[in-house]
């Protein structure tokens, strides 16, 4: 009698972050920092795009950052943030790779420029990438902020968010030409 040859299975890929976490990761008022209507309240805005410069539907982009004092709302900081100050939000991108997070803008750290930690999460990816945005009315701090000074001056651009109407635009380019800068973290 003879014996069925064995099926033969190909490799799986390996395990990344996508595209599950825009199913279970969002949640309603992820979005929004603040409240609607806070004082103060700016929308960071933009486009998360692949290394081909389309945009991806699938993202996930995560903020944290200190509220205008320059404090956290984590059990670390005993100061504490300002009341109704999350800190924290995470929003998945559109159809169109668009995200939008509503806060206000970050006070100083200690020996750092105002900015905002992001994490970006998306298929393909093994590991959330991190980044940082600064803004550009902080020059003077900028200019001296030793993360952003580590940065090679020709790609600093890519972690400066541009003025808008109803706050910032930051968009976040995963590689190729105008790459987003990432930290190692």
Known sequence: ????????????????????????????????????????????????????????????????????????????????????????????????????????????LPGQAPHIDVSVFARGLLHRVVTRIYFPDNAEANASDPVLASVPEERRHTLLAQRTTDGYRFDVRLQGEGETVFFDV
């Open 1 to 108: 009698m003879s014996q069925a040859a064995s099926p033969t299975f190909g490799s799986t890929p390996s395990q990344t972050v996508g595209p599950y976490l825009s199913i279970g990761l969002p949640w309603e008022d992820g979005p929004t920092v603040v409240a609607e209507g806070t004082p103060g309240a700016v929308w960071i805005r933009g486009v998360v795009t692949d290394g081909a410069g389309a945009p991806i539907p699938d993202a996930l982009i995560e903020t944290w950052q200190a509220d205008p004092n320059g404090r956290f709302d984590h059990p670390d900081d005993p100061r504490g943030a300002q009341p109704g100050f999350r800190g924290f939000g995470r929003c998945p991108t559109t159809d169109d790779g668009e995200y939008g997070i509503l806060t206000q803008l970050p006070g100083a």
